[in-house]
């Protein structure tokens, strides 16, 4: 019998060699997050990030799944704020018209044609500044509505009192919407009406409220990468840190202040979900706002670096969204379950997943 000999080994250059060498797994991370620790995780390899967010993902999250969520504007335009990216502002001519709050029939049915779709949890956005208490009031009576369907219910309306995170706890919300943005450092070249504080008030009375809380923040507003790793460090080191962290990229509305940003390069976008997954482990990461433009490739890199929650539907608030269909193919050519328990929150009026 001959036997043949196998061909003798190819040499193999040194930095191939490197790249198919595993990362070590990270150590756990103990304390709250520094800017330079996460400026660092952002600056990795992009592949061993990758690889790193994936092994921290599987680890908290073996199902796999992606939840998701239905955002409706029930009360569109008209807002006093002067947010840089949105076309809901009093301030910017964007074509959008300001509107009356919706009617509790009409929320009703497009709950319900969400919940149809698969959607799980529903999120009412509405273009306050910050609602009055007789605006709670009707707020409560949508929720009381949404929750009647068994969905679950998230609301983004805007800064809110103490009484008024109660009041809606009370009428059965779940969950609070309310974006950081960006870093605390860059916050005022975006929105001038008010202070970085107040959001962070919001945030304290929802939580203390009993509230859970959807926060994350919009990248490709002319920030600086040092401006990213500070808008993680402040939603890692909130105690404790968001239930629901959308990552949003810029949808450049023409009208707004920053119609002509500089479009986010797709793998600085998926390193930011990475390191969000990285930093707040048990989260889910919402892959949100300007999805349409990314094309499969880099929703599914962004996937694979940890989000596991996505807007589902025709649009997010008044901005564009890939249609539902479309969504339902991407996630079974992933081999992805689609989770039909939960889905969540948008902060108010831009159609960023706030």
């Not at 993902?57 to 199902?63: I, L």
């Not at 304290?204 to 490709?220: Q, Y």
């Not at 890199?301 to 996505?310: Q, T």
């Not at 996630?331 to 939960?342: D, I, N, S, V």
Request: charge should be negative; proline fraction near 7%.
């Amino acid at each position: 019998m001959t036997t043949i000999a196998p061909p003798p080994a190819a040499e193999v250059p040194a930095q191939a060699v490197q790249l198919h060498r595993r990362p070590a797994a990270a150590p756990a991370h103990n304390g709250p997050w520094s800017i330079e620790a996460i400026q660092a995780l952002l600056d990795k390899p992009f592949m061993d990030l990758l690889y790193e967010a994936q092994t921290v993902h599987r680890q908290h999250w073996p199902a796999g799944d992606v939840e998701l969520a239905t955002l409706l504007s029930v009360k569109t335009g008209g807002c006093p704020e002067n947010c840089g990216y949105c076309p809901q502002s009093a301030e910017f001519d964007t074509g959008v018209k300001a509107e009356k709050l919706m009617s509790v029939q009409e929320v009703t049915a497009a709950a319900q044609a969400a919940k149809d779709a698969g959607a799980t949890r529903f999120c009412m956005g509405a273009a306050w500044r910050a609602p009055k208490d007789r605006d709670i009031e009707k707020m409560s009576e949508l929720i009381g509505a949404v929750k009647g369907l068994g969905m679950q219910t998230c609301a983004t309306l805007g800064m809110l009192e103490s009484h008024q995170a109660v009041a809606l706890k009370d009428a059965g919300l779940d969950y609070y919407n309310h974006n950081l943005d960006t870093a605390p450092e860059y916050y005022t070249d975006v929105v001038s009406t008010r202070q970085y504080q107040d959001r962070l008030d919001t945030l304290s009375h929802v939580r203390s409220a009993g509230i859970s809380v959807c926060c994350g923040g919009i990248i490709g507003m002319g920030e600086a990468p040092v401006h990213r790793a500070g808008l993680i460090a402040q939603l890692a080191n909130l105690q404790p840190y968001p239930e629901s962290v959308p990552i949003n990229s810029l949808v450049r509305v023409p009208g707004t202040p920053l119609a002509d940003s500089e479009p986010v390069d797709p793998f600085d976008f998926v390193r930011v979900i990475a390191v969000a997954r990285i930093t707040m482990p048990r989260a889910r990461v919402r892959l949100s706002a300007g999805r349409q433009q990314m094309g499969e490739a880099v929703q599914a890199l962004c996937f694979m670096a940890g989000a596991n929650s996505i807007f589902y539907g025709d649009k997010l608030l008044v901005t564009g969204n890939p249609d539902v269909e479309a969504d339902v193919q991407l996630l079974t050519k992933l081999g992805l379950p689609g989770h039909r328990t939960t889905a969540s929150a948008h902060d108010h009026h831009d159609g960023h997943g706030h």
